[in-house]
Nanobody
Framework: EVQLVESGGGLVQPGGSLRLSCVAS????????MGWFREAPGKGRMGVAA???????AYADSVKGRFTVSTNFAEHTLYLQMNRLKDEDSALYYC?????????????????????WGHGTQVTVSS
């Protein structure tokens, strides 16, 4: 059974940084698509970044140049380094996964592609 557990959220001032982690169990990264999503009150779930086991990476336009997604295969962990945070980055951040047989041209950021989800970690950006 695949399980995803996020951590690293918290309260940070605008311009600050946070690093989110997602520990995965029951999967092999070389055959999974992994993604970070966020959901703010009153808004739908939005894809933030995605990475597959073949080197493909994708980012939402709103976070390009500020967020970096990475994996540590040995620790079965997915990371999201978030720099220069803005008020609008405040949301519940989720880690998601989907088993894949071949790489995507570009890892998808649509939530409906993923079938396994963590419970989320809250990020609040406020002065």
């Amino acid at each position: 059974e695949v399980q995803l557990v996020e951590s690293g959220g918290g309260l940070v001032q605008p311009g600050g940084s946070l690093r989110l982690s997602c520990v995965a169990s029951g999967l092999s990264y070389s055959r999974y698509l992994m993604g970070w999503f966020r959901e703010a009150p009153g808004k739908g779930r939005m894809g933030v970044a995605a990475i597959d086991g073949f080197g493909g990476i994708a980012y939402a336009d709103s976070v390009k140049g500020r967020f970096t997604v990475s994996t540590n295969f040995a620790e079965h962990t997915l990371y999201l380094q978030m720099n220069r945070l803005k008020d609008e980055d405040s949301a519940l951040y989720y880690c998601a996964a989907k088993a894949i047989e071949r790489p995507y041209i570009q890892p998808p950021l649509g939530a409906d592609v993923y079938d396994t989800w963590g419970h989320g970690t809250q990020v609040t950006v406020s002065s």
